[in-house]
């Protein structure tokens, strides 16, 4: 529960899993992050505004890109 309090996520952005760079420093975060609301993110970024910065890359699975390219 503290961690989620600590993400200070907006109701609707839900947090999926995360990733930190090893590579010594350790200042690095990836975050897997799921909503049917992107607006959300502006949101969770404007909480954050004084501390970090985002940048934003929508993914989708595997299979998503298999059957989009048709193999």
């Known amino acids: 529960m503290a961690a ?10 839900e947090y999926v899993n995360s990733w930190v760079v090893d590579d010594g420093g350790m200042d690095r975060c ?6 049917s609301d992107p607006a959300l993110f ?5 909480r954050w505004s004084d501390l ?6 929508p993914v989708i ?4 890109a298999a059957a989009r390219a048709g193999t």
Request: negative net charge; charged residues 20%; hydrophobic residues 50%.
């Open 42 to 46: 502006d949101v969770w970024f404007e």
């Open 4 to 13: 989620a309090c600590g993400r200070m996520l907006p109701a609707g952005l």
């Open 61 to 64: 699975t595997s299979a998503e």
């Open 52 to 57: 970090v910065s985002f940048e934003v890359y």
């Open 30 to 35: 990836f975050q897997l992050m799921e909503t």
